[in-house]
């Protein structure tokens, strides 16, 4: 949803209104010449000094504005006042995109809008002939992103038992002895998940999303991962967790008893495509990347004895 917030009072306070489509007046909203500080969620808003879109124009891209003459830093923008372009141009062609144009450098100055599409032909229409000394694009809202595991997809790329110890009890009297000074052990258990994305993504870097993790039938009691995997790519891609599990042991060994117990963890790893939703504004684009879980939570344990001479 792409909107403006704007406020009767600097930094966010007092009376405010909620627009999410063109106000050709404030008058008619009864709250013309009060916003003293906004809002700005998706793509960038243009607010003019008098109704019927007249007078001055005020750029505001997606971010908090405590004051209205407060100003953002752009990273990318170009600055004609060190080129032999400056105060030169006469016309345009917008490939895509929506740009400003200043007059002087630094934001400063009249300014026109420029949208994707448009083509003027000759700036003195506009009384703008050879006066464009900076230019930059609006940034987009960022997008917002939602990812589904598509777990029909599946592909087990390993599943084994992995012996990750050994127990070894030996009787040689009469009697029952025990086993152990303690009825049970503790061992490490462990899941890594990681997503990656296609070389091609429109994803951005510092774009966080959760992932719902629910496995398709007969996987519950093999991946045991949480039930979310939250991402933020370029920077939480992976995780790996590690708990604690115990282990009952057993209590006794029978007499001329060799008793051998073999712990074992349960390994398995698996690949799923990964469908994503991307929607900027009212675009939707859907991409594909892949999660990855590895997982060794699951531990048991194997006995097998043998009689003593």
């Not at 007059?103 to 003027?120: D, F, T, W, Y």
């Not at 996987?219 to 708990?243: N, P």
């Not at 712990?263 to 990964?274: G, Q």
Request: charged share 25%; aromatic share 10%; glycine share 6%.
């Amino acid at each position: 949803m792409n909107k403006i917030i704007v406020y009767e009072r600097q930094n966010f306070k007092g009376m405010s209104r909620e627009f999410t489509k063109t106000v050709p007046s404030l008058i008619d909203e009864n709250f013309n010449d009060c916003i003293s500080s906004l809002m700005v969620i998706g793509a960038p808003w243009v607010a003019y000094e008098h109704p019927n879109f007249k007078g001055r124009q005020f750029v505001y891209e997606e971010g908090q504005y405590a004051t209205v003459e407060g100003k953002k830093d752009i990273t990318i923008e170009t600055n004609l006042c060190f080129s032999d372009f400056n105060d030169t141009a006469s016309s345009h062609i917008v490939h895509r995109g929506v740009w400003v144009l200043y007059e002087h450098g630094e934001n400063i100055g009249r300014q026109l809008i420029a949208q994707a599409g448009e083509k003027v032909a000759n700036y003195g229409d506009l009384g703008f002939n050879n006066q464009l000394s900076f230019l930059r694009p609006l940034k987009y809202g960022a997008p917002t992103v939602k990812a589904k595991i598509q777990w029909e997809k599946m592909v087990k790329e390993s599943e084994k038992n992995v012996k990750i110890d050994e127990l070894v009890g030996v009787n040689r009297s009469d009697t029952e002895q025990s086993f152990s000074s303690t009825a049970t052990k503790e061992y490490e258990t462990y899941v890594s998940q990681s997503i990656t994305f296609s070389n091609s993504t429109t994803i951005t870097v510092g774009t966080k999303l959760t992932l719902d993790i629910v496995p398709g039938v007969g996987m519950e009691t093999s991946i045991s991962a949480s039930k979310t995997f939250t991402v933020e790519k370029g920077k939480t891609e992976s995780t790996t967790t590690k708990e604690k599990t115990e282990l009952n042991l057993p209590v006794k060994v029978p007499p001329h008893t060799e008793l051998t117990v073999n712990v074992m963890r349960k390994e398995m790893s698996v690949r799923v495509p990964v469908e994503f939703t991307v929607t900027r504004g009212s675009n939707t684009k859907i991409e594909y990347g892949e999660y990855r879980c590895s997982s060794g939570s699951s531990v048991h344990a194997e006995y097998s004895s043998k009689q003593l001479k």
